[in-house]
Nanobody, 128 residues
């Protein structure tokens, strides 16, 4: 199983980026997929999540209305469209394959490894 993120970079506040997460060795109907991020000196933070048996998409409050998670199952790829970025969004962003209900994933990812696989991460830096 492999997850590979791409699309990170440096952007000015107010700008947009689209992150991609390409999966191989599994299909997205076997696992839930989530995005989480980690800024220097801070705990992991769940950003968005889709469960394996739940069609709903969950977002952390700070990104609601700005970030949108989507998928292309034919390409086994998940995307995170990030708009209206601000410096507080600066972090390494990871996608992860998990087997939890999304509220559980989002609550526990800060302090526990609640995923089976994750990618290597992609850096997002937002300048003010």
């Amino acid at each position: 199983v492999q997850l590979v993120e791409s699309g990170g970079g440096l952007v000015q506040a107010g700008g947009s980026l689209r992150l991609s997460c390409a999966g191989s060795g599994f299909t997205f109907d076997e696992y839930g997929i989530a995005w989480f991020r980690q800024a220097p000196g801070k705990e992991r933070e769940g950003v968005s999540c889709v469960g394996v048996s739940d069609a709903s998409t969950y977002y952390t409050d700070s990104v609601k209305g700005r970030f949108t998670m989507s998928s292309d199952n034919a390409k086994n790829t998940v995307y995170l469209q990030m708009n209206s970025l601000n410096p507080e969004d600066t972090a390494v962003y990871y996608c992860a394959a998990h087997a939890f209900f999304c509220p559980t994933f989002m609550d526990r990812v800060a302090g526990a490894v609640v995923y089976d696989y994750r990618g290597q991460g992609t850096q997002v830096t937002v300048s003010s």
